[in-house]
């Protein structure tokens, strides 16, 4: 069994700041990337941020140069920094984690969602 458990969501008026936190925890092997999606209410969820065990990151056009995604890989936790937010960024934001759970078995998870508001 994996668990990803999201923290850092909440209010917050435009042009804010939030951290989301997510540390995965369990049957972990190795784990490849991780990263963050949102949902906003009624559309589809997307991608928001990943970045893989090598450093390598991948944003979403919207949210480049406002959020910075980094990981702890000793804590197998990862982070989303998030400056300058829009009301456009309003939605539950879910962890995600492309993991190994043993030598040759691989699989994705995802955390239960925390959601971000961003009002005045």
């Known amino acids: 069994q994996v668990q990803l458990v999201e923290s850092g969501g909440g209010l917050v008026q435009p042009g804010g700041s939030l951290r989301l936190s997510c540390a995965a925890s369990g049957s972990i092997f190795r784990l490849i990337d991780m990263g963050w999606y949102r949902q906003a209410l009624g559309k589809q969820r997307e991608l928001v941020a990943t970045r893989n065990s090598g450093g390598g990151t991948n944003y979403d056009d919207s949210v480049k140069g406002r959020f910075t995604i980094s990981r702890d890989n000793a804590k197998n936790t990862v982070y989303l920094q998030m400056n300058s937010l829009k009301p456009e960024d309003t939605a539950v934001y879910y962890c995600?984690?492309?993991?190994?759970?043993?030598?040759?078995?691989?699989?994705?998870?995802w955390g239960q969602g925390t959601q971000v508001t961003v009002s005045s």
């Open positions: 995600y984690a492309r993991l190994y759970t043993t030598t040759t078995e691989w699989n994705d998870y």
